[in-house]
């Protein structure tokens, strides 16, 4: 082999892997609905046609509880955390949305964008939505206020800062 082939070729490896590590991860899309015999699904795959209210997130893969700290994880497996929004939400959801990820918080989003989220949210609850809105456990917190929302998280043994 000639020193200027075996040359390029030792760079191979090094080029693979940044090609690689600049490859995107593909979000996955998780389905929850509830079946005709009223117990709650969940697939990778969309529900069958029949089903017309279901859930849709999108989903990161490897980015489990694995890789949270431990006294994130055990927070948040006792008090998940779902933060609401709206369409027009705007400034004060991007606050919150802000303050959990500096955190480290794991959350899910729930958007109120029909009139059929609006009262999903007050069957739930029992009142009117007020975005964003966080709830830790069981615990609400409607509106944003950064105060608020980090005593609710800290009563709920999330830690002060992402580690």
Known sequence: MSPNRSGRLAGLPLLLLLLTAALPVAAQTAYRWVDKDGRVQYSDQPPPQEVKKFEERKVQPNSGNAQLP??????????????????????????????????????????????????????????????????????????????????????????????
């Open 70 to 163: 431990f006294a994130t994880r055990k927070a948040a497996e006792t008090f998940p955390v779902t933060l609401y929004s709206g369409r027009d939400c705007g400034k004060p959801c991007d606050n919150g949305r802000a303050l959990l990820e500096k955190r480290g918080i794991p959350f899910s989003e729930t958007k109120l964008e029909t009139g059929d989220d609006v009262a999903a949210f007050k069957t739930r609850f029992g009142k009117d939505p007020i975005v964003p809105s966080l709830i830790v456990g069981r615990e609400m917190e409607s509106g944003f206020a950064a105060t608020a929302w980090n005593g609710l998280l800290d009563s709920a043994g999330y830690p002060a800062a992402k580690r």
